[in-house]
């Protein structure tokens, strides 16, 4: 199927707007435009949503995040969520604060955002450290902000799906195997290697490109580091390096049949599926990159998206009221 119309009306006002997009050079002015990317898909933030600024004090740093707290929920369950913009760009207060607060109504969970430190002035593991005890940290907090203090889920978008899902393992092999219960997995990073189906059929866009993907995980690893085999690399970045020390949580992963990254998101589906857990794969036709932000520029991305809910919800149970 071919691209959802409203998608790419969408990036046709983008380019009107804002110019054809240069190749990534510089971080900061990576996010300069991003942010003012962002700013034209705005929206309030959905009726029935309270929402307030967190600090999470870790070891030797403190992070902020935002909590989307859907009202008239004495216990909501949290689900605790990693941003996208490929571990460089990005924030869950600013860029991706509808997403989160769409979550947190199309869920019925807490939906907390972390804000973790970012590359380049932060490379790895500086992320996946951040998303790993943020995890963690909140873990332990649930019972002081008013939550299920017995379900934990995990989720995140593009870069921080990638994030999510190797701070998942990584509290289970540290903390305790079983704490996460559920992932929610938004077309997910989950391996710098670039020569896919996907890759290839999409390496030109819309909405993200080979190259961008390229310099994305250079700011974020180093050249040399991305270029070396997959089986010499470390667990955190490749997330199919080696099998999973404990059975993955349940997962929901969704993501976009025009996308360079949708053949990273089904294979690690597969491998969740091979490894014991249960995965409900979505592909979301006539999507591109990014279409979970896009949600009020394009009625079939809000459709995707909350089909992704509804299943998550499934797979999770309906919550006591």
């Not at 990693?82 to 460089?88: P, R």
């Not at 870069?159 to 079983?178: C, E, I, N, S």
């Amino acid at each position: 199927m071919a691209v959802d119309p409203q998608i790419l009306q969408f990036y046709q006002r983008l380019a009107e707007q804002f110019g054809a997009l240069p190749p990534p050079a510089d971080a900061l002015a990576q996010r300069a435009r991003f942010e003012a990317i962002a700013k034209v898909s705005e929206r309030p933030d959905p009726e029935g949503i309270e929402v307030s600024d967190l600090t999470l004090p870790l070891p030797g740093r403190t992070l902020d995040a935002v909590m989307f707290r859907p009202q008239g929920v004495l216990r909501p369950r949290l689900l605790v969520w990693f941003h996208g913009g490929g571990w460089v760009v990005g924030s869950g207060r600013t860029t991706h604060r509808l997403l989160g607060a769409l979550l947190a109504a199309d869920t019925g969970c807490a939906v907390i955002s972390v804000d973790y430190r970012l590359a380049p002035e932060h490379p790895f593991p500086a992320p996946a450290d951040d998303a790993r005890d943020a995890l963690a940290h909140l873990a332990e907090q649930r019972l002081r902000l008013s939550l299920d203090p017995d379900f934990l889920a995990v989720g995140g978008d593009s870069a921080g799906g990638h994030l999510a899902a190797q701070a998942a393992q990584a509290v289970h092999d540290t903390v305790r195997p079983g704490l996460v219960t559920a992932q929610l997995l938004v077309y997910p990073v989950t391996t710098p290697a670039f020569g896919s189906e996907s890759y290839n059929a999409f390496a030109q866009g819309p909405g993200l490109t080979r190259d961008e993907m390229r310099w994305y995980w250079t700011q974020f690893i180093g050249e040399a580091a991305r270029d070396r085999p997959l089986a010499e690399q470390d667990a955190r970045l490749f997330l199919m390096a080696h099998p999973p020390g404990h059975t993955p949580p349940d997962t929901v992963v969704i993501v976009a049949a025009h996308d360079v990254l949708r053949d990273d998101g089904l294979a690690y589906a597969d491998y969740l599926v091979q490894h014991g857990a249960q995965v409900v794969t979505i592909e979301a036709s006539g999507m591109t990159h990014a279409f979970a932000r896009l949600q009020p520029e394009a009625e079939r991305a809000r459709e995707w998206m909350r089909r992704a809910a509804h299943a998550f919800v499934g797979m999770i149970g309906e919550a006591a009221g």
